[in-house]
């Protein structure tokens, strides 16, 4: 399975974060004009460099677009749903702590808008989990947009150099929340899930660190979790190792031949999309060249919804959930 097609899929929840209480203005704020946003708005003009695209917001985005389900989830964490005039691409039911806020909130396609519709939300900011949501053969490309006067906002995990951890996640959220001029509440999501995470460390920092092989689909070869997404630093954090730490991408296809040689003790199944985590068991239990591995001769199988292995506010929950999985007998 390709890349493109592994980014750009959601999931099921488990409650994350601490609720934030609503907030934001009305989108009507925007009619009254930048010098009296930015009048209550202190901090502004601001300007940053995302993913090579330097922008300055002379007040808080009002009408903003968020293209898939990671960018929705963390503006409604931010308490800012009322400034979100469209969605897109949200696969799975959002968090049920933010469903209320969700379920007055436009959706603008099932999967990404074309052009016209994007442009007739009228948005201010437009917000892409994945890097498929700014398609220029569509006409959605980031300059297109600033052509128009619309700034946009591309989540670091698909721009970074290197691997993905907590460090990207903390500038994901920080500049996110500091745009939308409320740095205070991204400071809250950012040590809330930073203390949860620390909870998992200690509890597991002494049980022995199973080798986990992470199966997003596939038939004739595995698309699995590479070393530069935040998913690899999930398993590390939880207690396991990814036996394809080494393969230098987000996501990647590997061979079977190198998962029986790789030899894991644990499948890690992300589940999303149209085929059942029941299915991909059987898959792999019935493949004999499989029976052999240790986690399918053993059965050890464990699972993580694809949205919580992104670079968005379901980080802390995967780490909790994955480092129960993992070591279910740690204090």
Known sequence: MSRTRALCRAFVPVVLLIPLAACGSSPDVREHGAAAESAAAPGFPYTLTNCGMSSTYQAP????VTMNQHSTELLLAL???????????????VLPLYRPA?????????????????FGADPDFVYGGYASAFDKAQGRDRGALAKAGINSRLNVEYCSEGRVGLDQLKTEITEVARTFGVPERGARLVEDGQRRIDAVAARVKDAPRPSVFVYDSGETSASTSGGNGIGNE??????????????DDTFGDVSWEKV????????LIYDYGGTTVEAKKQRLLNDPALAGVPAV?????VVLPLSSAV??????????S??????????
């Open 260 to 267: 029986i040689e790789r030899a894991p003790e644990v499948v």
């Open 322 to 331: 994955l480092g129960r999985q993992l070591h279910p007998d740690a204090p």
């Open 102 to 118: 969700y379920d007055k909130i436009k959706v603008l396609a099932r999967e990404y808008p074309s052009k016209e519709v994007l």
């Open 234 to 247: 999930i398993v590390s954090l939880a207690g396991g190792t990814n036996v394809f730490a080494d393969l």
């Open 79 to 93: 308490g800012l749903g009322e400034r979100i005039v469209g969605s897109a691409y949200l696969d799975d039911a």
């Open 61 to 64: 985005p009002q009408r903003a």
């Open 297 to 301: 001769k053993n059965r050890r199988f």
């Open 311 to 320: 670079l968005g506010v379901r980080v802390a929950d995967a780490v909790e």
